[in-house]
């Protein structure tokens, strides 16, 4: 079956830690170098994230002009390797503060950063973002953060669910990066949860994550606004596809701590993949997180269900990336899914999909009873 995840006993994660000693224990992503624009150096946060970047041995780059420039090599995997290996620190544009809406998962999208230091093989931003997949991290978080309050009271995707309309309008946060992986370096996730939980309104942030460095979120005063939810998989895909983040162990003790600070928490299963022994895998792991969540209460649990899907574009960009990937891309393994707009990508034939929902939700019901399935895709 794999190497399956087993978190640790429970006395171990109750171990007491402060918020600095979870973070030495987590994994970091650690760039090599830092950007940074005039106009992000002219703002406070923009100069403190400088200086956390510089504090992990960070080459400090300070750039003549507002265009991040510099970045390309020899070779497209060279260009990705220096990429991967940075960390910028911009303004966000006009364009990216007006939000979009993120169907099935929230009203609102919103972005502290773009960008992922984490070498997924089957990464769903290649192809999405232009130019190299360099991590930028925006400095006007203060205006980023207030540009939120005008979207109160809107949406159309939870906030007009009958399902969901108890969360208040819902903001997701960074789709286009992995907050948390970035976290040590920027602080805005921490501010966005206290942004949230001073916030009397009925809203929720929300963000998914791969990583564990939950310890500077532990104290911060969400009043439950914020629900974190740890992105999980069979232990062959996350072993054989998701380097650079943290273990399923490690991501499963994140959850617990998360949650007995009184977070909502939650699951996002992706992509979820057929491999074999799959349903020997997602079983052990789903029994794993019940282990995890022994003793809590009211974690509030909710589970995201996503399948694997690319397009044409995507994958060239895969395997220019990832060239010795054994990630299935094969077209004639799926069938096409079109959009109004005439773009389409490959996902699993009806069958596989119709087989593998059926399953997902039985075992969910057997292992977690108390978790809400908010959609599967």
């Known amino acids: 079956m794999g190497t399956a995840c087993h978190p640790l006993p429970m006395e171990t994660v109750e171990a007491p830690s402060t918020p600095d000693k979870l973070l030495a ?59 991967k290996t940075s960390f910028a620190i911009v303004i966000a544009p006009p364009g990216a503060r007006k939000l979009q809406p993120i169907p099935p998962s929230a009203d609102w999208q919103f972005h502290l950063a773009q960008g992922c230091p984490a070498p997924c093989q089957y990464c769903y931003l290649a192809g999405s973002l232009s130019g190299p997949p360099i991590t930028r991290a925006y400095a006007n978080l ?15 995707v939870t906030s007009a669910s009958r399902d969901r309309a108890h969360e208040g309008t819902t903001f997701e946060a960074s789709c286009y990066t992995d907050p948390l992986g970035i976290e040590h370096l920027t602080g805005a996730l921490a501010e966005s949860v206290r942004f949230f939980g001073q916030w009397e ?59 007995r600070a009184g977070y909502p928490v939650g699951l996002t299963v992706a992509p979820i993949m057929p491999v074999q022994g799959w349903r020997e895998q997602y079983g052990q792991l789903f029994h794993d997180v019940a282990v995890a969540l022994q003793g809590v209460t009211d974690p509030d649990l909710t589970v995201e269900l996503i399948t ?51 399953w997902f939700q039985d075992s969910i019901a057997e292992h977690l009873p108390g978790a809400r399935i908010l959609y599967w895709t």
Do not use: C
């Open 25 to 83: 224990e987590s994994r970091l992503w650690r760039p090599r170098r830092v950007y940074i624009t005039p106009d992000a150096f002219s703002m406070p946060h923009g100069r403190l994230m400088l200086e956390r970047a510089e504090s992990f041995g960070a080459e400090v780059i300070r750039l003549k002009s507002n265009r991040l420039m510099g970045l390309n090599a020899e070779t497209e995997q060279k260009t990705y390797a220096l990429a």
């Open 142 to 156: 203060p205006d980023i953060l207030n540009g939120l309050r005008e979207y109160e009271g809107t949406g159309k």
């Open 201 to 259: 309104a009925p809203v929720q942030l929300r963000f998914t994550t791969k990583f564990d460095a939950v310890g500077p979120l532990l104290g911060v005063d969400h009043q439950r606004r914020t629900r974190v939810r740890f992105s999980v998989n069979a232990a062959a895909v996350s072993r054989d596809f998701e380097g650079g983040t943290a273990n399923p162990a490690q991501r499963l003790r994140a959850l617990r701590r998360m949650a």
């Open 308 to 358: 694997h899907r690319f397009t044409p574009g995507s994958k060239d960009v895969l395997l220019g990336w990832y060239p010795k990937t054994t990630l299935d891309l094969e077209e004639a393994n799926r069938t096409e899914k079109r959009n109004k707009f005439g773009g389409f990508k490959y996902v699993y034939p009806k069958d596989s999909m119709a087989e593998m929902r059926a």
